[in-house]
């Protein structure tokens, strides 16, 4: 079992010890989620593969938060922060701008991108360093910024 499923299980044990049941729900589902990955591959997860899963769970809340902010749901809203905030915890520490900025350079220099042509490449070096820690998103929009000047 890996360190970070060996985590995630801990802490459903101690929630369930404390009686936190809002809580328990999201580890619960966290680790349903990286369950089913693991049944569809039919394998045990690295904790890269696991950071992968939970990172696609804070993005799924993201969407959703903005979704339930439109339409006035922010009961919803604020049940979807909680969940996101509950999942960052157990992701590694997020890079700062600073970082980002610093591994995009390092990235486009690496495989010596000279427009957008490149894109695909100069995204396929950043992704595995900047899974969990960073908004892939933003991370492609400032690579084409960077990419376009």
Do not use: H
């Not at 936190?20 to 569809?40: C, F, G, N, T, Y």
């Not at 970082?99 to 995204?123: F, H, N």
């Amino acid at each position: 079992m890996s360190d970070l499923k060996a985590r995630l299980t801990e802490e459903m044990k101690a929630c369930m010890k404390a009686g936190d049941k809002k809580r328990l729900s999201v580890i619960r589902s966290m680790l349903a989620a990286i369950k089913q990955v693991e049944v569809d591959r039919q394998k045990q997860l690295t904790d890269e593969e696991i950071i992968a899963v939970l990172d696609k769970q804070v993005k799924q809340r993201r969407d959703s938060i903005a979704q339930y902010t439109s339409a006035g749901r922010d009961e919803l809203a604020a049940q979807e922060r909680y969940e996101m905030e509950v999942i960052q915890a157990f992701l590694p520490q997020p890079l700062s701008e600073s970082e980002i900025a610093e591994l995009i350079d390092a990235a486009i220099a690496e495989v010596g991108a000279s427009g957008m042509q490149d894109m695909g490449r100069v995204m396929g070096v950043l992704k595995p360093k900047m899974q969990g820690r960073a908004d892939m998103a933003e991370v492609s929009k400032q690579v084409r910024a960077k990419l376009m000047s």
